[in-house]
């Protein structure tokens, strides 16, 4: 089976500028999930779609981040406008799970790296 | 809430012998997962292996094994015969629920291991 892809993989853009990340999951995964991950850190949740629906966008950054899941398939990631601390790899993760328990581990896409000088 | 603490930022280990990654862990949750994961320098996130709340039995994967002991909450990986190609960062995640009831997992800052020929 295909995994999760994302592009582009490597991004440098200037503070203040704007950026998208796209996501697309494995065929038939419900939960789509997207990570920042700042360097020497694991990985944080931005938001977290069930279908096209959001059901966890706590530490979303609403006043510059904003995401979209269309029909429940692929997904974007978007900063408006970027600040040097964005610098990070934003890693895109689908999963069968809703609300079930699962043994089941994400399958994470290879990630974008951002770096915002 | 939950919460993953691993103390080790950096660990290095004789090629072919074992290593232990130590993981803490803590949540309200009664019932809940936890999970490794390797990120080697390429940057994707490699699932390792799983251990439920409720397993009776340690969770073993090849050369990985998790030392689950639930009542000092810690879920320890141990990787046996240590290659060189082991070296990466490893993750310690715990899967819990959100308040909406929906999965959520939550990750440690991670051990850097690195293997000595």
């Known amino acids: 089976e295909a995994g999760v892809a994302q592009s582009p993989r490597y991004k440098i853009i200037e503070k203040r500028q704007s950026v998208a990340f796209w996501c697309n999951p494995i065929?038939?995964?419900?939960?789509l999930y997207w990570y920042q991950q700042i360097l020497g850190q694991g990985p944080k949740l931005l938001i977290q779609?069930?279908?096209?629906?959001?059901?966890?966008d706590s530490q979303l950054p609403k006043d510059r981040f904003s995401a979209e899941r269309l029909k429940g398939v692929d997904s974007t990631l978007k900063i408006q406008p970027a600040k040097l601390e964005d610098s990070a790899v934003y890693l895109c993760?689908?999963?069968?799970?809703?609300?079930?328990?699962?043994?089941?581990?994400?399958?994470f896409g290879s990630g974008t790296r951002l770096t915002v000088v | 809430a939950q919460k993953i603490t691993q103390t080790q930022p950096g660990m290095f280990v004789q090629e072919k012998e074992a290593v232990t990654l130590d993981c803490t862990y803590d949540?309200?949750?009664?019932?809940?997962?936890l999970f490794w994961y390797k990120q080697p320098s390429s940057g994707e996130m490699i699932f390792l292996i799983y251990?439920?709340?409720?397993?009776?039995q340690n969770a073993t994967e090849g050369r990985y094994s998790l030392n689950f002991q639930k009542a000092r909450k810690s879920a320890n990986l141990v990787i046996s015969a240590s290659q060189l190609g082991d070296s990466a960062m490893y993750f310690c995640?715990?899967?819990?629920?959100?308040?909406?009831?929906?999965?959520?997992?939550?990750f440690g800052t991670g051990t850097k291991l690195q293997v000595i020929p």
């Open positions: 993760a689908s999963s069968f799970v809703t609300q079930e328990r699962s043994d089941y581990g994400y399958t």
């Open positions: 065929s038939g995964h419900a939960t």
């Open positions: 779609f069930q279908n096209n629906g959001v059901v966890d």
């Open positions: 949540t309200s949750d009664q019932s809940y997962g």
């Open positions: 251990q439920g709340s409720y397993d009776e």
């Open positions: 995640a715990m899967r819990g629920m959100n308040s909406g009831g929906y999965q959520k997992v939550t």
